[in-house]
């Protein structure tokens, strides 16, 4: 891992297009800029991994099948009808 | 075209409704077209299908069904990347987690798939709204997978 120092106000450069910059320090919190083209995502690492997780997670979804669907649905609505219309 | 799902079989894709994720989904970065799938008018769960790869789909739902007061912001980058110059075109999915043992329903609100429906962008936008949950339960708490690791924020 490349370490480096910086003052508040500084920044660093990773390329050609994006730059972050060292706004203010308090206690253990830093705030950050970061400027980087759209195309260029940039997350928090722990909300990264845990939307990263859950999508996979989704994406599994203990083998659900198209058939399967609307027989999740109507256990659904029997709860949901509770506090809504419908569904 | 067609291709093989292991969902549906072989299915026709219309190649005029196909989905350009720009950035993929969290996960499934090497994904990048994808097409919405609705089995039936009635039911609010929709299929959101790679085409690339045809074991991978995602049930979703429109986020506005399960919470009537939903309010995603979409920061300026990504209005910029999803090229979205008028919302009436905008489509916002939210991913659903079914799972089976315990029974449990869960939608993402925290990154919902915003859909330009115009121009067929969409990207998995992660919102800084720190009170929506990743995991907003449609079921009761009882019937959740309590050993799961991660934190719901």
Redesign the interface.
């Known amino acids: 891992m490349l370490i480096l120092t910086r003052k508040l106000g500084e920044s660093i450069t990773i390329g050609d297009d994006i730059r972050i910059t060292f706004l203010e320090a308090k206690g253990k919190q830093v705030r950050i800029g970061i400027e980087a083209p759209?195309?260029i995502?940039v997350?928090r690492e722990e909300?990264?991994?845990?939307?990263?997780?859950?999508?996979?997670?989704?994406?599994k979804?203990?083998n659900?099948?198209?058939d399967t669907?609307?027989d999740?649905?109507e256990?659904?609505k029997k709860?949901?009808l509770k506090d809504q219309q419908e569904? | 075209m067609n291709i093989a799902t292991s969902?549906?079989g072989e299915i026709n894709v219309d190649e005029s409704r196909i989905i350009d994720m720009?950035?993929g989904?969290?996960?499934?970065e090497h994904l990048k077209k994808y097409m919405l799938r609705i089995?039936?008018e009635k039911?609010?769960?929709w299929?959101f299908q790679s085409v690339d790869d045809g074991k991978?789909?995602?049930?979703v739902i429109n986020p506005f069904?399960t919470n009537a007061d939903y309010k995603p912001v979409i920061d300026d980058?990504?209005t910029?990347?999803l090229e979205i110059e008028n919302t009436e075109h905008v489509v916002i999915l939210a991913?659903?987690?079914?799972?089976?043992?315990p029974?449990s329903?869960s939608v993402?609100l925290?990154?919902p798939i915003v859909v330009n429906a115009e121009k067929k962008i969409a990207k998995?936008v992660?919102l800084e709204d720190q009170t929506y949950p990743?995991?907003y339960y449609?079921?009761?708490a009882g019937s959740r997978d309590e050993t799961s690791t991660?934190?719901d924020?």
């Not at chain 1, 909300?47 to 994406?59: G, M």
């Not at chain 2, 989904?25 to 499934?28: D, P, Q, R």
């Open positions: 759209p195309h995502a997350h909300i990264y991994q845990l939307i990263r997780e859950q999508n996979i997670k989704a994406a979804g203990d659900i099948e198209k669907l609307p999740f649905l256990g659904l709860l949901l569904l | 969902r549906f720009r950035g989904i969290l996960g499934f089995q039936n039911n609010p769960f299929w991978v789909a995602f049930v069904i980058n990504d910029k990347l991913i659903v987690t079914i799972l089976q043992n029974f329903v993402n925290r990154a998995q992660v990743v995991r449609l079921t009761p991660t934190r924020n």
